[in-house]
C-alpha cells in the first residue's frame, strides 16, 4: 500500500489507517470483540496498513487495550496514534492541562502496552488553558521518549497557526498532524484547515471519511433510512445542512461506482486520497467484510471527469471572504487553490472585474418581477 510522508515528521504512514471506533467507542456504533479486533488487526497488516488510530476516551480506554494485544508482536510494524482530551472514568478532569496529558499518556502507554506512542493527538481544543503549559507537558513527554510526535484533531485554524507560531518561537514540539472530518458530504475543511496544512505542512489525516456511514451506498434518495446504522442509533453527526446536496452526491458517487463496477464506498474514499494534502484516511469497520471491501480503495484510481463530477456536486459555498479573493485568481497560492481552484478558468466578462461566480447572478426580486410580469401578459390575452 502506498505511504505518504505525515507532514515534517518522520513518520510515512500508509494512505488507509485503521481505526477503533467500531469497537465500543460509543454504543451508537456496535462493538467489535476482542477475536473481531484481533482479526481486523492481521487484515489490516498483510493490506499494508501501518497506522492504527485510537483514543484514551474510546470504550472508556478499552479500544487501546484491544489495540496493544491485537498487535502483539506485531507492534513494530505499526505507527500508533491515540487522542488526549476527554479522560477516562478514572482521569482527574479532562482538557489540556499539564497534568492531564502526562497522566493520560502514562494511562495509554500501559492500556497499548507499548514504551513509546508515535502519534499522541490532542483530540479537542482547550481555551481554558495557556498553549504554553499544553506545549511545555508535551514537551517533557517527547523528551523522555514516550511520544515521538505530536498532533491534533477538531481544532480551527486559528487554533493551531498559534500553536506552530509558539512552537517557533519558543523551541517546543510543533504538531505535525491534524486529524479533521473530511468527506464529500461536507467540505467545509477546504475554507481554512486544508490550506493551512499545506502552507505550514502539516499532514493531514481525515476521520470519518464516509460520512458517518451516509456514503456507503446504504443511503438513497427516495428510500428508508437503513436499519442498524449510528445515525438510526441516535448519532447525530456529521450534521446534515442541505439534505437536496446530499442526495445529489450520493447519485454521482453511486453513478461513478457503477461505471468502475466498484463498491460505493471505495469511489468516495478514492476521491479524498487525491485531494491536496491527505496524507491517510482512518477508517472505521464493525465486519471483516466492510474493512476489506473498503481497502480496495487505495488501488482506485479517478479520472478528471470523476474528479470533476466529484467536485462539482460536493462543492461548498464560497463564504466571504472567498467569493470576493476568488475574483482575482492570479494572486492565489497554492494553498489557496485546494478551495477556490475550481473557479481559476472561470472567464471574466469583458470590460468587468467581476468573476461569474455562485450567487453573483442572483437580483433580489428579478424573478417575482418576471412572474408579475408574465402574469399581466396573461391577462392582456
Known sequence: MERRRLGGSDLMVSVLG???????????????DAEGARRQVAIALDAGINLFDTAETYGDGRCEQMLGAALGSRRDEAIIATKVFFGTSQSVGSGLSRRHII?????????????????????????TVPLEETLSALDTLVTSGKVRHVGVSNWSAWHLMKALGLSELEGLPRFVSQQIYYSLQAREAEYELVPIALDQGVGILVWSPLGGALLTGRWRRDAPPPDGTRRMRGWPDPPIYDESKLWDTIDVIVDIAETRACAV??????????????????????????????LAAADLSLDEEGMGRLDDVSAPALLYPYWWQAKYDEHLGQ???????????VSTPDGSIHRPLPG??????????????????SADG
Open 18 to 32: 485503521l481505526g477503533t471506533t467500531g469497537w465500543g467507542a460509543h454504543a451508537e456504533f456496535g462493538e467489535v
Open 335 to 345: 494553498a489557496d487553490l485546494a478551495l477556490l481552484g475550481k473557479y481559476r478558468d
Open 103 to 127: 497522566d493520560s499518556c502514562e494511562g495509554s502507554l500501559g492500556r497499548l502496552d507499548t514504551d513509546r506512542i508515535d502519534l499522541l493527538q490532542m483530540h479537542g481544543w482547550d481555551g
Open 360 to 377: 453573483f447572478e442572483i437580483i433580489p426580486g428579478r424573478e417575482a418581477q418576471r412572474e408579475n410580469v408574465g402574469r399581466g401578459r
Open 265 to 294: 464506498p471505495q469511489v468516495a474514499l478514492a476521491y479524498l486520497l487525491r485531494k491536496p494534502g491527505v496524507a491517510s484516511l482512518v477508517l472505521g469497520a464493525r465486519t471483516d467484510a466492510q474493512l476489506i471491501e473498503n
